[in-house]
């Protein structure tokens, strides 16, 4: 809601075709406005107009007609909403003076129908209506999301606990690895020794040593390709036989889906149709029905008077001598003009009750069966998908195991290749190696072999010092981390008490309040209306549940007898008027708990009958100093109590 300043100006209300009014204008001043009159005379449906020019929805459109129309005008401001009647009920659009009315609807529109009076009368527990204008939801999401911050620190710490207990493995290996390189570094360098001293009286011809050597390296390198070559082999093999397996499970889960023929599902969405079909019909007939039931009740409780007359002053013929004589016990049909009794048309409206709910049954039974075959519907094409689903990814496997044969058939030709190339490479290499020269070439071999082995050892060394850098970089995040989930904790615990103070709060604060209104009405026999709050939230810290409902809030009623003892009851056994002011009572600490006149400019006050002139007239007077408008409406004789200074209407 947007706080609105209205000091001063006059507020014009235009309606049309709400709760029983046909067309009015009615200007409301600054202050106390009485709307006084006898019931049916249209106060109510105007105190409902202007809860809908406020945003609220609990207004109806009148029964002649399917939408209304409401705009306040406020100094410069004008606000015009559109009441629609639909299936469910009034559905309402345009901008209201509010952008959420439901503060308003609870504690400032205090109508017979008011959710918190009503609340009160039905003895449930209180905690929703009074906590309806704090929000909740939002401190509810601020506990969610505080709660995922912490699990995701949760894990992390334990994913860095995990490596603490990795770290000394690794920094075992790579001390070992330390020890490896030193001691192949030693044998390298005693091979290397050794082939100084054999170059040094061996002798041979450049060109013979340079031709073997040339062999040796083709031959090491086609070795290399060959071992490649057989690897890549290796690995296509068992792809295919991981795609056959996979391909297996799949058509053994597509053998395994039940049958969904076209027919069946052309028949089910030819009912769902027929179904959906029906229901429309039946919701526009109970519409039309609806309609003409609410108008009739219209008419039989007093509304729509112009009718009525209009009927009644048609010339009567002479008739029977006995409907002359009982004239005076019967009514007017409004449909042929005749004289009959109120219970035949009553008799007749029952019926027409009894068909309408008979038809709103019939369209529950369709619903239910639209359910059934929606279900059956989606369950076969969902099925019908899952297969189709099933038979493409057949395809791509069946497609990909026939690439990687393709390929394994490739590879094998190669292998086949190489396997040739590696025989005649060692046949050339044993043609031009002699005893000796055997020797110095193995102890080649022997120096090339130690050096890769050393490559190996310090590329390990160097993974396993990046992983212990890695570690160690972690493990130094593991305070900071620590320090968070420490501020995460107190939030969570700051966050769920808070919901508690809150709810303390608002019951100390309606308490107050309700004492004061008690001390305003001055009723003899309740010294005391009180909440008590009871089963406040357990373990704010390790209590995770997002549904978390907070307490229990009760209503007590303390009563004296006339011999002054005092003794505490509950609302269900007070008398139904006693639970009428209880519920007002209530309703109005609401209001000045939460402050509702500082930003809603209108007070409604309607259904006091349960309070005597008198009292209404001091409650009025309190109230009067809190809203910009205070409209409240009464019977003649309760309005005469009130100060003549208040502005009054009549005719609406």
Not at 360 to 370: A, K, N, Q
Not at 527 to 538: A, K, V
Not at 634 to 644: I, K, N, R, Y
Request: proline fraction near 2%; glycine fraction near 4%; include cysteine.
């Amino acid at each position: 809601m947007g706080s609105l300043s209205v000091s001063g100006e006059v507020a014009t209300v235009t309606v049309e075709k709400i709760g029983g009014i046909d067309e009015t204008t009615v200007e409301v001043p600054p202050g106390v406005t009485v709307l006084r009159g006898r019931n049916a005379t249209n106060r109510t449906s105007f105190l409902q107009s202007v809860m809908a020019a406020h945003g609220s929805e609990w207004a109806s459109v009148k029964g002649d007609s399917d939408q209304g129309r409401v705009e306040l005008s406020l100094g410069e401001e004008t606000y015009t909403r559109t009441l629609t009647r639909t299936d469910d009920g009034v559905a309402g659009s345009g901008l209201g003076l509010l952008t959420d009315s439901t503060v308003a609807d609870l504690f400032a529109f205090l109508l017979e129908d008011n959710e918190a009076r009503r609340a009160v009368e039905r003895d449930v527990d209180l905690r929703e209506i009074i906590m309806r204008p704090v929000d909740v939801a939002s401190i509810h999401r601020q506990i969610r999301a505080a709660e995922q911050r912490k699990e995701e620190i949760d894990a992390e710490l334990d994913r860095i606990a995990s490596l603490k207990r990795e770290l000394p493995d690794l920094e075992r290996q790579q001390a070992d690895l330390r020890d490896e390189i030193a001691e192949t570094r030693d044998e390298l360098q005693r091979v290397e020794d050794r082939i100084d001293e054999r170059d040094a009286d061996f002798q041979t011809t450049q060109k013979n040593r340079d031709e073997l050597e040339t062999a040796l390296d083709e031959l090491q390198a086609t070795r290399s390709e060959l071992k490649r070559v057989r690897d890549d082999i290796q690995s296509e093999q068992e792809s295919i036989a991981a795609l056959r397996d996979e391909r297996g499970n799949l058509a053994v889960e597509r053998s395994g889906l039940p049958e969904s023929p076209t027919e069946r599902l052309e028949a089910l969405e030819s009912d769902i149709d027929r179904l959906r079909e029906r229901k429309r019909e039946l919701s526009e007939y109970t519409t039309r029905l609806q309609n003409v039931i609410g108008f009739n009740e219209e008419l039989l409780s007093g509304e729509h008077r112009e009718i009525t007359d209009a009927i009644d002053a048609k010339p009567e013929s002479v008739g029977d001598i006995t409907d002359q004589l009982y004239k005076g016990s019967k009514t007017t049909c409004w449909t042929c003009g005749s004289q009959v009794k109120p219970e035949r048309i009553e008799s007749t409206l029952q019926s027409m009750r009894d068909h309408l709910q008979e038809m709103v049954s019939e369209i529950g039974s369709i619903e239910d069966e639209l359910d059934e075959l929606t279900g059956q519907r989606d369950k076969i094409a969902e099925t019908r998908t899952r297969a189709q689903e099933l038979t493409a990814t057949i395809e791509d496997v069946d497609a990909e195991i026939e690439r990687r044969q393709t390929t394994v058939t490739d590879r094998r030709e190669r292998r086949n290749n190489l396997s040739a190339r590696v025989e005649e490479l060692e046949e050339r290499v044993t043609t031009l190696r002699t005893e000796e020269f055997n020797k110095v070439l193995d102890l080649h071999t022997k120096a090339n072999e130690l050096e890769l082995e050393l490559d190996r050892l310090e590329s390990e060394r160097d993974e396993v010092s990046g992983e212990i850098a890695d570690i160690e970089s972690e493990i130094r995040r593991n305070n900071e981390l620590a320090a968070q989930r420490e501020e995460v904790v107190d939030e969570l615990i700051d966050l769920r008490s808070r919901i508690d103070r809150l709810e303390a709060e608002a019951t100390d604060q309606f308490n107050e309040k309700m004492d004061d209104l008690l001390d305003i009405l001055g009723y003899g026999n309740i010294e005391r209306i009180w909440l008590e709050r009871t089963d406040t939230p357990d373990d704010p810290v390790h209590n995770s549940d997002d549904s978390v409902t907070g307490s229990t809030f009760t209503l007590h009623v303390v009563r004296s007898t006339d011999s002054g003892t005092v003794y505490e009851d509950t609302v269900g056994h007070l008398s139904e008027s006693e639970r009428e002011v209880t519920g007002l009572v209530f309703a109005l600490a609401g209001y000045l708990v939460h402050d509702v006149y500082e930003e809603v400019p209108f007070m409604l006050l309607d259904s006091l009958e349960a309070i005597d002139s008198e009292r209404i007239a001091s409650l009025v007077e309190y109230f009067a100093e809190f809203p910009s408008y205070l409209v409240v409406a009464l019977l003649l004789e309760d309005a005469q109590a009130l100060s003549d200074s208040y502005n009054r209407i009549t005719d609406i």
